[in-house]
């Protein structure tokens, strides 16, 4: 994996794009395991950076996954999942910025919204717009989401991502937001592996 720098919000969505990479390979190289975390227990992530340099990043954990699940959005188009997706940040009272989508052996999307008055943003609401883009855990309508919430000037206040394949989920706050989540200080990014039951 290639990075500018290894700090901030891109280890994040770095290391999101890494988990749907395991998870297809995962799914794909399943010979009948009731768990992909019984068929790639993790993998180890290096970083590499402009001069050459190298750092390990994580070492990202899968399991309680459960082999070919559908994904909701399989099979829609991108027109219909852009306007979806701008209906949802329209409602929230934010503008819809960015969309790209992906195919992970599946639906992925990443989605850049801008939201203008991040002073009264709360973590319901950022979580809250990530179900109605995205799903709920165990519904989930893409094998991977990567939602990233801006302030008007561009700054990142928040990145959540998952991927289904995985059961791995990212999270970074911003230090110059860290009321949002509650906490203060906040300065590295935070991602973390977790189960999926779904």
Not at 36 to 59: E, Y
Not at 111 to 128: G, Q, W, Y
Request: proline share 5%; glycine share 10%.
């Amino acid at each position: 994996m290639k990075l500018d720098n290894l700090s901030g919000d891109d280890t994040t969505h770095a290391l999101w794009e890494t988990n749907l990479v395991e998870g297809a390979v995962a799914e794909l190289a399943n010979d009948g395991q009731a768990d992909l975390g019984n068929v790639i227990a993790g993998v180890v992530v290096t970083a590499r950076k402009p001069d050459g340099s190298t750092a390990q990043l994580s070492q990202v954990a899968n399991g309680d996954v459960v082999p070919r699940q559908s994904f909701s959005a399989a099979g829609k188009s991108g027109a219909v999942l852009r306007a979806s997706f701008r209906s949802v940040v329209s409602a929230a009272h934010m503008q819809l910025a960015d969309v790209r989508l992906l195919d992970a052996d599946g639906p992925a999307a990443f989605v850049h919204v801008v939201d203008s008055t991040p002073e009264t943003l709360t973590a319901r609401d950022v979580s809250k717009l990530n179900t109605a883009l995205f799903g709920a855990p165990g519904q989930y309508a893409f094998v991977g989401s990567d939602l990233v919430v801006c302030d008007a000037q561009g700054r990142e206040i928040v990145s959540l991502t998952a991927s289904g394949r995985t059961g791995a989920f990212g999270k970074w706050i911003s230090p110059h937001y860290p009321a949002i989540f509650g906490q203060s200080g906040i300065a590295p990014p935070i991602a973390s592996a977790s189960s999926s039951g779904s």
